[in-house]
């Protein structure tokens, strides 16, 4: 993510969204309830790679470490809902953690909710610019996208998850009464 790819603003989302988006739960879960089960993840990209500086920055790890990087899609009622991105550093992925290597096409955040001793950070609210996501994702000349991220942290182990809410998404949460 570089400067220019994100956004922090001094506005808010619709209050609608803006529930979603300081929600401090499971979003899996949430999801999964909206959707009446009508939920999946679909896993674009999984693998070790250099993260990006603001994303090594959150975790204090050195820039150009490696780190697993995994994207996935969130579909609810066959829609894409969420474009999720986690980047777990090496330290992370040893010990007790090392089964988050392997996740398939489970969700992350379902398994980090599930552990009482990982604990959550607080949410980052952001704008995310078109450019940050997918090109399958993008639609040009739209505004940038309504996002969060945050740290879940196991001991002194960091791992980011950021979340961006997709138009799909949006328009379904605003028509919802």
């Not at 619709?14 to 979603?20: C, E, I, M, R």
């Not at 959150?58 to 820039?63: G, V």
């Not at 607080?122 to 505004?143: F, K, N």
């Amino acid at each position: 993510m570089n400067r220019h790819a994100i956004q922090k603003l001094h506005v808010r989302p619709p209050l609608p969204l803006h529930q979603w988006l300081m929600d401090r739960g499971s979003l899996t879960r949430r999801l999964q309830r909206k959707s009446r089960g009508h939920f999946a993840v679909t896993v674009l990209k999984q693998g070790w790679e250099i993260p990006q500086l603001d994303e090594a920055l959150a975790l204090a790890i050195p820039s150009g470490q490696l780190a697993l990087v995994r994207e996935v899609i969130l579909y609810g009622n066959n829609q894409p809902w969420v474009y999720a991105r986690s980047v777990l550093p090496h330290q992370a992925l040893n010990g007790r953690l090392r089964f988050l290597r392997r996740l398939g096409n489970k969700p992350l955040g379902a398994l980090l909710f599930s552990n009482p001793v990982i604990k959550r950070e607080p949410v980052v609210l952001q704008r995310y610019a078109q450019s940050r996501l997918p090109p399958a994702l993008q639609c040009s000349g739209e505004p940038p996208l309504w996002g969060r991220h945050s740290i879940f942290r196991y001991g002194k182990q960091g791992i980011l998850v950021s979340e961006v809410f997709l138009p799909a998404f949006v328009d379904s949460v605003m028509l919802s009464p």
